[in-house]
């Protein structure tokens, strides 16, 4: 289950419950921090937390401020400077050398364009989305208001308080579409006619990453729980009956029994693939079909000779398969851990995958200089300005 899984299940029962809550939400660091702009975390008026904005150094504060927001009524910003080594509070010393700002937000049961609502409609759609969200900005400017939000789909549908100001909602609206388009959180600041900025952050939302695995043997079960816990949606096919049965992976979001001579119909889809199949027929079955699907990574388990049988047989046929799956065939699959174990292999396997997904090589952090986490790419302020709206007024947005 993702972490955006467990908060929506969280919200749901708070809400049946009538249990008020608030949403704290990272949207903007500076420097190192445990956690990057997007983490969030469910606070209930008593105090009960579901999920995580930092490795625990900052719940206890972030828990007690979201209770003063939920009595309040009003949204807050509280910036966290854990780089001040002679700041004692909250238990940060010289941790994580950063500057955390987090929204707080009182969260209203009855508007569906509450921030875990519009997450909710993206979690319906398994396409990546862009979810914008106004931070800071002026006060008494009429353009936006602390914690406004815009949900663009790739379709072009979009949902959210934003709408309230066209004109900050075309540019937001372009500049979503620039985030979709290069996979980049962005962070901006729009300047207002009558002075000061709005400061947005433009977070993609990426589905659940969605893997098939050919092959339902014993090997194959710890792999599905390990992806499965990550929130992964898996699907596992096999042509054996016995082996392809629901009840041997329960975490498995389907289960498929497709004998060999229908793997030839299998729909052709992006989804990550496995073969573990320890069958070369059923293997080579299914590598002749993923020469024409639009899935960037293959995972074949078995030795280099294996593959290179596999590669030969598919090349009289198809002179070009190994040009066509140079950049996405990973034979032997997983990361070089030294993995003997069932558990171990998925483990490698699961972390090589990880890997790919990021775009990461996959070595020890300790020999990289790269940066560990992803950043929104902060490019300043935009050029155009902001024309407050006639029908809009703000509130509560600290200066």
């Known amino acids: 289950m993702t972490e955006l899984q467990r908060l929506l299940t969280a919200y749901d029962q708070y809400r049946a419950a009538g249990r008020a809550c608030a949403l704290a939400t990272v949207v903007e660091v500076q420097g190192s921090a445990y956690r990057r702009p997007g983490a969030r975390m469910l606070v209930t008026d008593d105090g009960q937390l579901t999920g995580a904005i930092s490795g625990g150094c900052l719940e206890g504060d972030a828990r007690q401020r979201a ?111 620039q985030a979709l388009t290069q996979d980049q959180s962005l962070l901006r600041e729009y300047p207002s006619a009558s002075g000061g900025t709005v400061r947005v952050f433009l977070e993609v939302l990426r589905p659940p990453l969605r893997l ?59 989804d990550y693939a496995l073969l573990l199949s320890h069958n070369f027929a059923y293997d080579l079955a299914v590598l002749q079909r993923l020469l024409e699907a639009p899935t960037p990574y293959i995972g074949l388990l ?57 775009g990461r090589a996959g070595g020890m952090l300790r020999h990289t200089n790269e940066a560990i986490h992803a950043r929104p790419l902060d490019d300043g302020t935009a050029t155009v300005e902001l024309q407050p709206s006639p029908r809009y007024t703000i509130s509560h947005c600290p200066a």
């Open 67 to 177: 209770r003063q927001a939920l009595q309040r009524r009003q949204p807050a910003l509280v910036t966290y400077d854990t780089s001040d080594e002679d700041d004692p509070r909250h238990g940060l010393g010289p941790g994580c050398q950063g500057v955390v700002h987090i929204l707080l937000e009182p969260l209203d049961f009855q508007d569906a364009n509450n921030p875990l609502e519009l997450l909710r409609d993206f979690a319906q759609h398994p396409e990546p989305a862009v979810l914008a969200t106004v931070f800071r900005c002026a006060a008494g400017q009429a353009v936006a208001d602390l914690g406004q939000r815009l949900l663009l789909m790739p379709d072009g549908q979009v949902r959210g308080s934003a709408l309230d100001n066209p004109d900050l909602t075309a540019h937001l609206r372009r500049d979503a579409t």
């Open 302 to 358: 078995g030795p280099r000779t294996k593959a290179a049988r596999l590669l030969e047989e598919l090349s009289q046929d198809m002179p070009d398969a190994e040009s066509q799956l140079n950049d996405r065939l990973y034979s032997p699959v997983g990361l070089n851990l030294g993995a003997e174990t069932p558990e171990e292999i998925a483990l490698s396997i699961v972390a090589e995958i990880q890997a790919v997904r990021q």
């Open 212 to 270: 098939t695995v050919y092959g339902a043997g014993n090997d194959a079960q710890p792999l599905v729980r390990l992806a499965a816990s990550l929130g992964w949606h898996v699907t596992v096919v096999d042509g054996r009956p016995r082996q392809a049965a629901p009840e041997r992976f329960p975490e498995a979001a389907g289960v498929r029994v497709v004998p060999l001579a229908e793997v030839p119909a299998l729909p052709l889809t992006a």
